[in-house]
């Protein structure tokens, strides 16, 4: 039987849906619901089969990602939720690392944990770094904490008790006593979230687990009963933000791991058309109606790590967020799209975002009731846009709204024309977003000049080629489908599933037995859950080692085989671990013992899914010309405006606007477009501006 798949991508703006069949990719954008996100999702797939002469019962497989989790934590819409922790550790959250992201700050603004003061709690029990019992758990302190939670209406618990992860008893104990105390309530246990050493990120990621649970719990139910009440029987996986898959439940029991899905989704889709480009190094742009995403992408592989930051308070600064210690395809991501709102602050100054105006009401010109200029406003008074480009997605497109908004919030106390205000505004946000890939790029020690930039989502093809100026680079790939990229990502995934175990091991006294008993623990733990999400599947495994000189605090991630080790390989991990940090830091230190603090394993299904070409164009007439805002003029030009389908190998000077089903590509002056290999749309470069 032929596959017929679904993916769905939940934004904070649009829903996107990628149907791949037998005869292509089909592809459909509708506003997002977000009070019930599940209903944008069950019309948009009826819609869809629909459009498709599909039956329910003949999609083969569904696999979804939501930014449901991510918005909770940084709205702090997420339940109400206690900390149980060891008596004397309930300020771990508040204290955190005692890191600052900036040194010379003396106003310096870190997150507020999650879980407020009031509801974290101690109890006695205490563990012996080794997992050895010094005070055992009080089991009628906890009897009595369960009349408190009763009384404060807890509906979630994170229990993260110190050295759980070296030995998780106590926290299992606690279970067994709260569970049939608290009918109803949730329970995350740092030794199964995160089980690693660090009690600072091990209890904030537990506590953003926690708090999050009820509802994606919830949601999730509505969505398996909505999608077997149209009649689908296919199993439904989520996207990861390890870029993988997972069955349900695990989503429900570990939905902090569902935190970057949407982004992930869109890293899996650019690195695929890395690989089929042959791009040694690419630079991932996605932009959407809420946020920007950025990711840089190396031999047909994102950047990966085994932490991030949520919510972080400082723009895009590292430190500035709280940490949460799961595997994540590595990306910045910041509130720049195409419904972020612009201001003026009493300094007079313009700011763009974080603010979204979302889907409801949306921008101003949604005519839905909001009143702020959007990014989108902008775009449609300088003609980047057009409301016909919005067809289909069930939305009415006023530009006089889109004027009125721009002169009031922007040109009015600028004393600037609404021409002029939009294009204040977008050359706001285009270097916002231009700031977060250098800032990106400096963290990681790479020159964006040489990588060209695939750019997708729905504003990724309108902003690409003025963010290249700004980052010197001189190509841009606008892929097939660029509109809804992270949803053909996620068909694209294999199942995947990483863990961690922290350990203690100098090399000078590795212990290969213990070595090889840890690995073949985590082996069954991880190929379970692949198994789930893809049964029969061959499973391809991945070790890494994290090793530090004794006494660092910082570690190196090393790849290593995956086969048993004998205490003979010993030298061999010593003297992989000098290449690497000679490699990374030039010169490696001599007669300093180094030690593996981390073991890491990643099981995936073998193979990708093959995705079939994309099949929709946009067939509407298009005039030949459209009035476009040139910034090199400061006016607004006749360009040449070309369906996608219509654009060859020949070079389409600009300025031109190039239109498609969910993406328009911006073509400034100074740059060419033509289709390569595949379909897509390259934009070069030529510096011929004048």
């Known amino acids: 039987m032929s596959e017929i798949r679904i993916g769905i991508d939940v934004g904070g703006t649009f829903t996107d849906f990628a149907l791949a069949t037998p005869g292509g990719l089909r592809t459909l954008k509708l506003p997002t619901t977000p009070r019930a996100p599940e209903r944008a999702i069950l019309d948009g797939v009826q819609q ?21 989790a991510t918005n909770a934590i940084i709205s702090r819409h997420g339940a109400r939720t206690a900390l149980v922790t060891t008596e004397g550790f309930r300020d771990v959250l508040a204290m955190g690392d005692e890191g600052r992201f900036d040194q010379y700050d003396i106003t310096i603004v870190k997150p507020e944990p999650l879980i407020p003061r009031w509801w974290r709690y101690g109890v006695p029990e205490r563990l012996a770094a080794d997992g050895a019992v010094l005070l055992p758990l009080d089991e009628q302190a906890l009897h009595a904490l369960a009349r408190t939670l009763r009384d404060e209406r807890i509906e979630s618990v994170a229990l993260c008790f110190l050295h759980a992860h070296v030995n998780p008893a106590h926290e299992r104990r606690a279970l067994e006593v709260l569970q049939p105390l608290l009918p109803g309530v949730l329970f995350s246990l740092s030794s199964e979230v995160s089980p690693e050493i660090g009690e600072y990120a091990r209890f904030s990621t537990t506590a953003a687990n926690a708090f999050v649970q009820p509802q994606v719990a919830t949601y999730l139910d509505r969505l398996e009963t909505g999608l077997a009440a149209l009649g689908l029987t296919a199993p439904v996986f989520m996207f990861l933000s390890n870029g993988g898959l997972c069955h349900l439940d695990l989503a429900r029991r570990f939905p902090i791991r569902l935190v970057e899905s949407g982004p992930a989704g869109g890293a899996v889709f650019a690195a695929q058309l890395a690989r089929d480009l042959g791009e040694e190094a690419i630079l991932a742009f996605d932009m959407g109606g809420t946020t920007a995403k950025i990711c840089l992408i190396d031999k047909g592989v994102p950047r990966r790590s085994p932490s991030f930051e949520m919510a972080r308070e ?7 967020g709280l940490p949460a210690r799961i595997p994540v395809i590595d990306l910045v991501e910041i509130g720049a799209g195409g419904g972020s709102l612009a201001r003026v602050d009493a300094q ?19 005519a839905r009731g909001g009143t702020q200029p959007a990014v989108t406003d902008a775009n449609l008074q300088l003609g980047r ?15 006089g709204l889109a004027t009125q908004a721009l002169e009031a919030g922007v040109g009015a106390p600028l004393a600037l024309d609404p021409l002029a205000a939009a294009a204040a505004l977008a050359e706001v946000v285009e270097e916002q977003m231009a700031g977060a890939a250098r800032e990106h790029a400096r963290e990681k020690g790479v020159d964006l000049r040489p990588r060209p930039i695939i750019a997708f989502g729905g504003g990724g093809g ?9 980052l010197g680079a001189t190509r841009v790939i606008v892929p097939q489908g660029a509109g809804i990229g992270s949803a053909i990502g996620f068909l694209q995934a294999q199942a995947v599933y990483e863990l961690s175990r922290s350990v203690a ?3 000078s006294a590795f212990d290969a037995g213990r070595y090889n008993r840890l690995y073949a623990e985590m082996a069954a733990e991880a190929g379970a859950f692949v198994t789930a999400a893809a049964p029969g599947a061959q499973q391809v495994a991945q070790r890494t080692l994290f090793l530090r000189y004794k006494g660092q605090g910082q570690t190196l991630q090393i790849p290593v085989e995956d086969a048993d080790l004998t205490d003979q390989d010993a030298p061999r991990l010593h003297a992989l671990f000098q290449s690497h940090y000679a490699a990374l830091y030039k010169r490696a230190l001599e007669r300093i013992p180094v030690e593996i603090v981390a073991l890491s ?14 099949t929709d164009r946009l067939d509407r007439p298009l005039p030949e010309t459209a009035m476009l805002y040139d910034l090199t ?25 190039i239109k498609d089903k969910g993406t328009t590509i911006h073509v400034p002056r100074g740059f060419d477009a033509r289709t390569i290999e595949g379909g897509h749309v390259l934009l070069t470069y030529t510096g011929q501006e004048g």
């Open 633 to 657: 003029t400061g006016a607004m030009v006749p360009a040449r405006q070309i369906l996608r389908a219509d654009l060859g190998p020949r070079p389409l000077q600009g300025p031109a606007l």
């Open 48 to 68: 869809i089969l629909r459009e498709a002469a599909i039956a329910p019962e003949a999609v083969t497989g569904i696999v979804h990602g939501t930014t449901l």
């Open 601 to 614: 394993l990643r099981v995936a299904a073998e193979g990708t899914a093959p995705t079939p070409a994309v």
């Open 505 to 507: 091991m100098p090399l």
């Open 462 to 470: 309108v902003h690409a080629a003025r963010i290249a100026r700004k």
């Open 314 to 320: 400082h723009m895009h600064r590292q430190g500035s």
């Open 385 to 399: 846009l057009a409301p016909e480009d919005f067809d289909g997605s069930g939305i009415l497109i006023d530009p």
């Open 348 to 366: 007079r100054r313009l700011q763009v975002g974080p603010e979204s105006a979302g889907s409801d009401p949306g921008p101003a010109c949604y």
